[in-house]
T-cell receptor, first 115, second 114 residues
């Protein structure tokens, strides 16, 4: 069975500093990995995904994530944080070897960017 | 292009009552998914439609939940009778076809059962 761990409930960073939101996963087949963001009173917005190819994936709003197979990680990063990046971030995984398309999510990490 | 829409945005009902949630996927998307987030925990999968057929309903918690997608367009999720533990945010998502397509989520319906 698939699982996702987001070890930090909250990440605090000052505006302009780099940010990292951690995610590790467990899946028996090929991992399809996703990051979503939820702003207050909004739905989930897709940020980026890794399916295959280059381990460094670039997404919306300047975010990127690095797939690390040996460490089973898919950390979300941004070189310079903005106050407007403050939101709830979810990592998700899907087993690419099965016909089932359900996503398994982590518990979410709240990012707070201070001015 | 319109995104995934959900109705209502909020619903407050009493234990034992019935509630029906509606989801309209992105036009042309064959795949429709229901998820929910209970008590601020992780978002959990409920079920997956391909057009009007249930592809995977392994996440449905019990027989008080009934999902339909007649005609392969919009979907409804009915909870009857509602229990306190059903409170949470119900998300709908859609994707275009098979494979690695991204699932696009709606804004969610916040359900509170008193």
């Amino acid at each position: 069975a698939q699982s996702v761990a987001q070890p930090e409930d909250q990440v605090n960073v000052a505006e302009g500093n780099p940010l990292t939101v951690k995610c590790t996963y467990s899946v028996s087949g090929n991992p399809y990995l996703f990051w979503y963001v939820q702003y207050p009173n909004r739905g989930l917005q897709f940020l980026l995904k890794y399916i295959t190819g280059d381990n460094l994936v670039k997404g919306s709003y300047g975010f990127e994530a690095e797939f690390n197979k040996s460490q089973t990680s898919f950390h979300l990063k941004k070189p310079s944080a903005l106050v407007s990046d403050s939101a709830l971030y979810f990592c998700a995984v899907r087993d690419g070897n099965t016909g089932f398309q359900k996503l398994v999510f982590g518990t979410g990490t709240r990012l707070l960017v201070s001015p | 292009e319109a995104g995934v829409t959900q109705f209502p945005s909020h619903s407050v009902i009493e234990k034992g009552q019935t509630v029906t949630l509606r989801c309209d996927p992105i036009s042309g998307h064959d795949n429709l998914y229901w998820y929910r987030r209970v008590m601020g925990k992780e978002i959990k999968f409920l079920l997956h439609f391909v057009k009007e057929s249930k592809q995977d309903e392994s996440g449905m918690p019990n027989n008080r939940f009934l999902a339909e997608r007649t005609g392969g367009t919009y979907s409804t999720l009915k909870v009857q009778p509602a229990e306190l533990e059903d409170s949470g945010v119900y998300f709908c998502a859609s994707s275009q076809g098979r494979g690695s397509e991204t699932q696009y989520f709606g804004p969610g319906t916040r359900l509170l059962v008193l």
